[in-house]
């Protein structure tokens, strides 16, 4: 079936540190790929997405391959600020048939300290 | 630039009351759904519209919540009689339909966090 998997938090770095966070699925066809952030108290918002194949998401500094040989859409950024503090979501949708669920990873917590 | 709308952004009830919570989406989204979020958890999908019919409400628990999207537009979400373990956020989003027939990208409200004392 389809699933996603993502590295487990919380994650806790300093101030202009490198973030990865590692995020994998499981997909029949050829699935959209997105990031979500939820800030605290928050909804979920829209961060990047990839629609095929070695497309490149990026927004806000944040970035992401989908690497279709390993399954893979990792969330990058060069330099986290306080201000990225927050749950971050890897989801798929698989584009097949005309309801495309959403099926969503467990979220990864990111803590930046100053 | 659109948002999605909820509210309220906060309810606190007791079990065995009522809740209601409304959402508008962004103008000209077809598609609507409604998630439960626990803490610390990933969303769940309860219930998805298209205009003012249900497509997909297989987790939503039907002997006490109920959606409706009257006229394809903004919809209600209600809970009756509330539980403990309904304690949550619960989600509001809404996407376009392309023009093949498919949902496009969701874009989320900022959510109603209900407490159940």
């Known amino acids: 079936g389809n699933s996603v998997t993502q590295m487990e938090g919380p994650v806790t770095l300093s101030e202009e540190a490198f973030l990865t966070i590692n995020c994998t699925y499981t997909?029949?066809?050829?699935?959209?790929l997105f990031w979500y952030v939820q800030y605290p108290g928050e909804g979920l918002q829209l961060l990047l997405k990839a629609t095929k194949a070695d497309d490149k998401g990026s927004n806000k500094g944040f970035e992401a391959t989908y690497r279709k040989e390993t399954t893979s859409f990792h969330l990058e950024k060069g330099s986290v600020q306080v201000s990225d503090s927050a749950v971050y979501f890897c989801?798929?949708?698989?584009?097949?048939?005309?309801?495309?669920?959403?099926?969503w990873g467990l979220g990864t917590s990111l803590a930046v300290n100053p | 630039e659109a948002e999605v709308a909820q509210s309220p952004r906060y309810k606190i009830t007791e079990k065995s009351q009522a809740v209601a919570f409304w959402c508008d989406p962004i103008s000209g989204h077809a598609t609507l759904y409604w998630y439960r979020q626990i803490l610390g958890q990933g969303p769940e999908l309860l219930v998805q519209?298209?205009?003012?019919?249900?497509?997909?409400d297989s987790q939503l628990p039907k002997d006490r919540f109920s959606a409706e999207r009257l006229k394809g537009v903004d919809s209600t979400l209600k809970i009756q009689p509330a539980e403990l373990g309904d304690s949550a956020m619960y989600l509001c989003?809404?996407?376009?339909?392309?023009?093949?027939?498919?949902?496009?990208?969701?874009?989320f409200g900022p959510g109603t966090r209900l407490l159940v004392l």
């Open positions: 989003a809404s996407s376009l339909i392309s023009g093949t027939g498919v949902q496009e990208t969701q874009y």
């Open positions: 989801a798929l949708r698989v584009n097949a048939g005309n309801n495309r669920k959403l099926i």
């Open positions: 997909a029949t066809g050829y699935p959209s």
């Open positions: 519209f298209q205009d003012e019919s249900v497509v997909d």
